[in-house]
């Protein structure tokens, strides 16, 4: 098999070329080409394809887990009639 990187990226074998599929695909085949033999890091292959990180600031996303966390749980651990009382072993609201 050989892969051809300088130009278009192409795939070929003994029995012709491959199909690669669209941009994107092309975009990864080469991303990890060019780091054979050693681990591509996500963010590495989303600047690739997307130009950008995955990786969201720590407040941002740990404050809208948490805030999703809590509607959560007090939907469904608080009782839904006043005198109720919640399922064993959850905490009262």
């Known amino acids: 098999m050989e892969y051809r990187i300088l130009g278009p990226i192409e795939v070929v074998t003994a029995a012709g070329p491959l199909v690669l599929g669209g941009p994107k695909q092309r975009a990864l ?11 591509v890091s996500t963010d590495r292959l989303a600047a690739a394809l997307w130009g950008t990180s995955l990786r969201r600031p720590r ?18 651990r608080c009782p839904k009639q006043p005198g ?4 064993l072993g959850l905490p009262t609201c």
Do not use: I, K, N
């Open 84 to 87: 109720e009382t919640p399922p």
């Open 29 to 39: 085949l080469g991303v990890l080409l060019l780091d054979a033999g050693r681990a």
């Open 59 to 76: 407040s941002t996303s740990s404050r809208g887990t948490s805030a999703t966390c809590a509607a959560s749980s007090t939907a469904t």
